[in-house]
């Protein structure tokens, strides 16, 4: 959050200092009438944008505070939350647009970023119609089976992060094939179990879902979302076994002495950590929990964790990309000259 606020700062002042250079010299005796309007143009523009920058600022202080207890409901609220955001940035942008769309250099960086913050506010609005129901970690110690997430839900959760993904990260930021632990990882595959095999969702494989969840980055997990099927394969005759990615893994369902993650293409941390993660967040999704509290507690951090990395994970990308485009739209009001309005141009 420290590296956050410190660009909020940098743009906060670069827009400042604009403004103040802007009214320094609408406040010179000499200046030409053209001229203050010119630059009472360019104050107003500056305190527009400063308005939207400040705006979002407030928007998004940080994630929910992901604990086992965090309803899956209260994360479509938040995903909500960041759509209607957007939504308020874009139509604030857009009256700006409307009052100052003469400087065509403004007119195409501001249009260039409404398109961005439009991908991001109807992803987010997709992926909250997938986040609904109790507790994402929901694991109690009388012990039970896992319970596949509804694929509807799934779906709406891949295709909005998907969205929000192709906008706020690189292709080079994050791997969907990062895999930084061992080989074992087909033991997580109990965690997917029905009732009957309940007593191997126990400690030291709950631990192998632990390890993968934090060997990776949470942009590793995002881009493991983003590619994963979305329209994933419910396979009721091999469950966990035949999963392949991560909204696969998600909705797998339980099935008779199918207990392992077979498919190379989904021992991947990464694949993993997705998968749980997706898992808890959509609609009806349960994992299996040995018959203790130890166990049960443990898959609920596990499932915790993994949703944390996602939420906080775009949430840090989404204000990075945010700030970004608003210092870039920053910089072009500084290269604004005199005569460079559509306007001036026609009339020349």
Partial sequence: MKKEKKGEGKVRVIIMMV?????????????????????????????GF????????????????????????EIGAYFTKIAETMKGVREKLGKILE????????????????????KIEEGAKEASKGATGEAIGNAASAGHGATPANKESVVSLVKGIKAIVGVVLKDNEGSAD?????????????????????ADAKEENIAKAIASIGAVNGVDVLQAIAKSDENPFVDSANGITKAKDASGIAVAPTVANKKEISEVAAQKDAVIAAGIALRGMAKEGKFAANQNAKDANAVNGAVASAVNKVLSTLVIAI???VDEGLKGINEILGEIKQGDSTVAKVSE
């Fill in 319 to 321: 204000r990075n990309r």
């Fill in 50 to 73: 400063l308005e939207v920058f400040v705006s979002f600022g407030d928007m998004i202080t940080g994630t929910l505070g992901i604990k086992a207890e965090t309803k899956k409901s």
């Fill in 19 to 47: 403004m103040m250079m802007v009214m320094m010299g609408c406040n010179s005796g000499g200046v030409k009438d053209p001229e203050k309007v010119f630059l009472s143009e360019m104050v107003n523009l500056g305190k």
């Fill in 178 to 198: 990062a895999n930084k632990t061992g080989d074992d990882k087909k033991d997580i595959g109990t965690l997917f179990v029905n009732d009957d095999g309940k």
């Fill in 99 to 118: 009052e100052n769309g003469k400087y065509e250099k403004v007119k195409f960086k501001v249009e260039e970023f409404i398109g961005k913050i439009s």
